[in-house]
């Protein structure tokens, strides 16, 4: 089945840095790649999500970027603000409507 | 519609005793999702319907956990006879085939402590 590994498992940042949490998957099936945000005694929320056919996304502060070859896919987020503090996590699925593979989590916190 | 329910938000349990917590989709999404979370963990599937018909199962579905969506709208997860190892929070999604989104809608999520 599908892994799904994620790094760093918690990072800082001063706000208005950038910060970049990576992840690997394992099943070159794989073509879909969705990022969810989950703030603390809430619910995941996507906050973008990229297909296998598309090396890069971008919507405002957030991008996404996948490399195939590699199984390798990173999420991107410029001028961090408070607000980003939160835990991120990067999944992977085969065919959209399919169960989704999870990440173990990044901690992000933004430091004002 | 303001979007996926679950019920109750909290459950105590004792070992042993039998749960069953319920899970309404968004109105005519086909497709509905069960997850376990555990602390400072993602999301684990368990098993997902495609309207009334279980697609998959996930190992970790034991035989004492059964889930059904007999209309092919809300949804209930049962455990049986549980167990302290239970005791975590049970994530519900939904989506639609139809849209050409692939987005999973996560509910609240029922959190389950066993003592």
């Known amino acids: 089945g599908e892994n799904v590994e994620q790094h760093p498992s918690t990072l800082s940042v001063q706000e208005g840095d950038s910060a970049v949490i990576k992840c690997t998957y394992s099943?070159?099936?794989?073509?879909?790649f969705p990022w969810y945000k989950q703030e603390l005694g809430k619910r995941p929320q996507l906050i973008i999500d990229?297909?296998?056919?598309?090396g890069e996304k971008k919507d405002q502060r957030i991008a996404v970027t996948l490399n195939k070859t590699a199984k390798h896919f990173s999420l991107h987020i410029t001028e961090t603000q408070p607000e980003d503090s939160a835990v991120y996590f990067c999944a992977a699925t085969y065919g959209g409507y399919q169960k989704v593979t999870f990440g173990t989590g990044t901690k992000l916190q933004v430091i004002p | 519609d303001t979007g996926v329910s679950q019920d109750p938000r909290h459950k105590i349990t004792k070992r042993g005793q039998n749960v069953t917590f319920r899970c309404d989709p968004i109105?005519?999404?086909?497709?509905l999702y069960w997850y376990r979370q555990t602390l400072g963990q993602g999301p684990e599937f368990l098993t997902y319907?495609?309207?009334?018909?279980?697609?998959?199962k996930s190992r970790l579905l034991s035989d004492r956990f059964s889930a059904e969506r007999p209309k092919g709208s809300f949804s209930t997860l049962e455990i049986q006879r549980t167990e302290q190892g239970d005791s975590a929070m049970y994530l519900c999604?939904?989506?639609?085939?139809?849209?050409?989104?692939?987005?999973?809608?996560f509910g609240p999520g029922t959190r389950l402590t066993v003592t």
């Open positions: 099943d070159s099936a794989s073509n879909y």
């Open positions: 319907f495609q309207n009334e018909a279980q697609l998959e």
């Open positions: 999604a939904s989506s639609s085939t139809s849209t050409g989104s692939y987005e999973q809608y």
């Open positions: 109105s005519e999404h086909n497709r």
């Open positions: 990229i297909r296998s056919n598309v």
